[in-house]
């Protein structure tokens, strides 16, 4: 059973720095995308970054030049560096890995962790 849970979450002062983390686990082979989403209270989820397994990255316009995602492929890892956090990161963070190599093949659909809580505050 595929399973994805993030770890780095907490409170930050404005311009401070957080490293969120999301481990993919269950047998996993290959995952071809990774996403880092977030939802800010109130609002719709949106799509952070992504990076797919040959390192091609795409983030929000929002976050660019802020924020950077990178993966561990041998650990089906990805990270998400986030520096000069601003009030307005503040959201619960959501990883997502699409395309899963198990051993039974691929599975094309999303899988979801259960999220890391981010709270940009002074």
């Known amino acids: 059973q595929v399973q994805l849970a993030e770890s780095g979450g907490g409170l930050v002062q404005p311009g401070g720095s957080l490293r969120l983390s999301c481990a993919a686990s269950?047998?996993?082979?290959?995952?071809?995308?990774m996403r880092w989403y977030r939802q800010a209270p109130g609002k719709q989820r949106e799509l952070v970054a992504a990076?797919?397994?040959?390192?091609?990255?795409n983030y929000a316009a929002s976050v660019k030049g802020r924020f950077t995602i990178s993966r561990d492929n041998a650990k089906n890892t990805v990270y998400l560096q986030m520096n000069s956090l601003k009030p307005e990161d503040t959201a619960v963070y959501y990883c997502?890995?699409?395309?899963?190599?198990?051993?039974?093949?691929?599975?094309?659909?999303?899988?979801w962790g259960q999220g890391t809580e981010v709270t940009v505050s002074s």
């Open positions: 997502n890995g699409y395309g899963v190599l198990v051993a039974t093949g691929w599975r094309y659909h999303d899988y």
């Open positions: 990076m797919t397994e040959d390192g091609v990255t």
């Open positions: 269950g047998g996993i082979f290959s995952i071809n995308v």
